[in-house]
């Protein structure tokens, strides 16, 4: 890897850690700054695609916020990143712990893949997609509870 | 875009496009052709991550096939492709549909990421994220007739 790599590669951890510190203070301006204007999401709730317009409106994110009790951790774990040119992909794992307001406390390992283009020298999520596998034995049940 | 770029964009489609015929065509070697030697994947089917030494098997790939009569369409849905330097991604939706052995008709809606590296001028998949979302209303489902 060459000097530029390394540093633009860095760069892109950075979007993805300062995405989980967005996500840890729901901080919902500062989870959207990170958001390129085509921004498209596959996300853990429906629908199948969220486009740009509700992603950019910080209140689609800040009420998801609201439903938590305290800080929401979202740690990435063990993320692969690759650049060229302008653009760039990271994939992992993230494990995600919290209290909702109910009470219920959370703990769930999901897949994240993060799709970026660089735009005026800043790198930007393009595309983003969580998600959990599901039982394919007729029960239709998402796995939840699944560790890497 | 330049020139450059569209000739860039198009053999990535093209890779997307010989993915869904390989898979049409229960053809594993085909499938396994289009893989990079390093490739991750995040499946519809558990577990959260499946790694290149059991992907590159194609007995993997065509244990799944052959839970199917006839073929398996997988058409792909409005496209997303950037491509930088010597790596690319693409997403969409992909609608699958066909008939299992038991009889059983399956017509389902997923996304789909993929990430790709061209490797001495041939573009591989070195990761692919395939999902769908769940309900987020207690019951766990993962969300099986969603439609665009």
Same sequence: chains 1, 2.
Avoid at 75 to 103: C, Q, S
Avoid at 110 to 130: E, P, Q, S, Y
């Amino acid at each position: 890897m060459t000097t530029r790599e390394a540093t633009d590669v860095a760069a892109v951890r950075r979007v993805i850690e300062d995405l989980a510190a967005a996500i840890y203070q729901k901080d919902a301006d500062a989870a959207v700054a990170l958001y390129d204007e085509d921004i498209v999401a596959f996300d853990l709730a429906p629908p199948l695609a969220i486009d740009a317009p509700v992603l950019h409106d910080p209140a689609h994110i800040q009420s998801w916020f609201d439903t938590w009790k305290g800080p929401i951790e979202s740690t990435p774990h063990r993320i692969e990143v690759r650049v060229g040119g302008d653009i760039a992909y990271a994939f992992g794992l993230r494990h995600m712990t919290g209290t909702k307001n109910d009470g219920t406390k959370t703990d769930l390992w999901f897949r994240a893949t993060a799709c970026l283009v660089r735009r005026d020298g800043r790198w930007k999520i393009a595309h983003m997609h969580n998600s959990v596998p599901f039982a394919m034995d007729g029960s239709r049940l998402a796995l939840l509870d699944l560790t890497p």
